[in-house]
């Protein structure tokens, strides 16, 4: 029998609100109809603490956390119908031919890798939705024909590869992590020092931990610790589907991504992002080991509960501000590196999970400079098919970010960026964004998504190449991971559920589609 949770676990329940269970009960009624069957895949409640409900159109679980020894653990409490959440596999609908057998898999055989942990985390943060609606795989959220954000398995399969020294050569293997264990496994390799904090079953350790806060745990079945690198190179590409990457890998179109995994490893079921499967969210987690709930970048937007404001983390005027909302405790890659080895130089490459590294294109931003450093948005643009940069403005604004990482990665690579000298990192981690913007505006099953992943490939290579010339590439691991994977969705689809809630006279905020707070 599961013992309870530790009183300190993590922020639980620190509402300023008294739930109307009348709304809740309309709202799930309302959610879970059959009429809505197209658009809400699940909902997702917490009526107590540490007791979770999880319901579909086609039943129910409730399910509670709870300690087994010093891990934590879950054991459903009721089951009425089908388990919405009973497929957690994460080998589903992969490689890519399987996907694309299974486009817009419905309810009945989609799997969500993690399904209790990471509805469960959501609801650890003061701000936590009232109720959290995942949409169906088939539903085209905005203008998007790619999606992402909800539990499903194509949507929460990012990639993962890894290669150089202090990786084993293992090539494509079936395995998996989580996003979560990107952090701890670095540090691990950068003979970073562990220390205390809390850990993984919330309870205070007094050693043997690598962040202050930390969720995740070292993938030591990739590591050789006989042979550590002198430094780290983290490329994140923002949005990318594991399956349509590795089959451009199969046909030889990403030819410097095939030289990493040759070089090292990938795990065919990719790492597992978190919920929800948006871009801060995960961005934050893969650089602080932490679930979204517990480093406090809750998700791309979200209401504050205790200021009655609504928060946004995904947005031009916001990116750079984003880091405010790191929860006291948490710590970035950056940090905890300089807190084991001060001397450590750290460098962020148009990523805003960027505190503590030593230079960051994102300071730039905070400055209001970001017009001294952003690329034109008429060209040229170097290695960019005009296809991609032409299609749309937001395809176009991909194109000219990039462009953007290539310069600095490699002037700070090369030694030089703005006319100012730069030492050699020790630790660099470069976001990439193009492959989000034209897997979301044309589908990551599209002709454009492929040219995308050619060029976003080139410019990584141009940036290896820098490193190469240096003589840096040898002692240097290199990491590719994605904040979470990409879902075609149904062009057909896009009713939204909140007209339903509104017809009902039921007071909502839908924040960021899908964290439904009930208001008075």
Known sequence: MLQDMPSNYAYKHAKNTVLDKAALNNSLGILTSDKLSHLVELVAWNPEPNLFIVQSQDGSVAFRRGMDGDKIDFSIESLDGRNPIGIQAVDHFSPLKAELENKFPNRQINSYPYAFEHISQVFDHPCAPDIVALHTAQHKYDTNIGNHGSLSVIQA???????????????????????????????ELMNSKKGAGIGPNGLHCPNGLYLSRQDGTVIESIIDHDYLPKRVLVFLLDGCN?????????????????????????????????????????????????????????????????????????????????????????????????????????????????????????????????????????????????????????????????????????????????????????????????IDSVFHDTGPHSELSRLALEETDARIGEILSVIARRGLLDETAIFLVADHGMEESDPQITESWNPYLEQANIAFRDEAYGFIYLTP
């Not at 940090?335 to 994102?362: C, H, M």
């Open 242 to 434: 594991a399956n349509v990457l590795y089959d451009a890998s199969k046909l030889g179109q990403v030819p410097t991504i095939t030289g990493l995994i040759n070089r090292g490893m990938a795990f065919r079921y990719g790492a597992i992002s978190t919920l929800p499967t948006v871009t801060l969210a995960n961005h934050t987690s893969l650089m602080t080991g932490c679930f979204p709930a517990h480093h406090g970048v809750l998700h791309n937007a979200w209401w504050d509960r205790e200021t009655q404001t609504q928060i946004v983390t995904e947005s031009i005027t916001t990116w750079h501000t984003a880091m405010q909302w790191l929860s006291p405790g948490t710590e970035t890659i950056h940090q905890a590196l300089k807190r084991s080895r001060p001397d450590v130089i750290s460098y962020s490459v148009n990523e805003p999970a960027d505190t503590g590294a030593d230079w960051s294109t994102f300071e730039f931003f905070r400055q209001g400079k970001q017009m001294d450093i952003m690329p034109d948005l008429a060209g040229p643009f170097p290695l960019a098919h005009p296809e991609v940069a032409d299609f749309s403005p937001h395809t176009r604004f991909g194109v000219v970010a990039d462009t953007m990482v290539l310069n600095h990665g490699c002037g700070l690579w090369g030694g030089e960026l703005y006319d100012t000298k730069m030492e050699v990192p020790d630790f660099c981690w470069i976001n990439m964004p193009l």
């Open 157 to 187: 399969r990012a990639p993962f590869i890894a290669c150089g020294p202090g990786i084993r050569n293992l090539g494509l293997i079936d395995g998996h992590c989580r996003l979560i264990d990107v952090a701890p496994t670095i540090l």
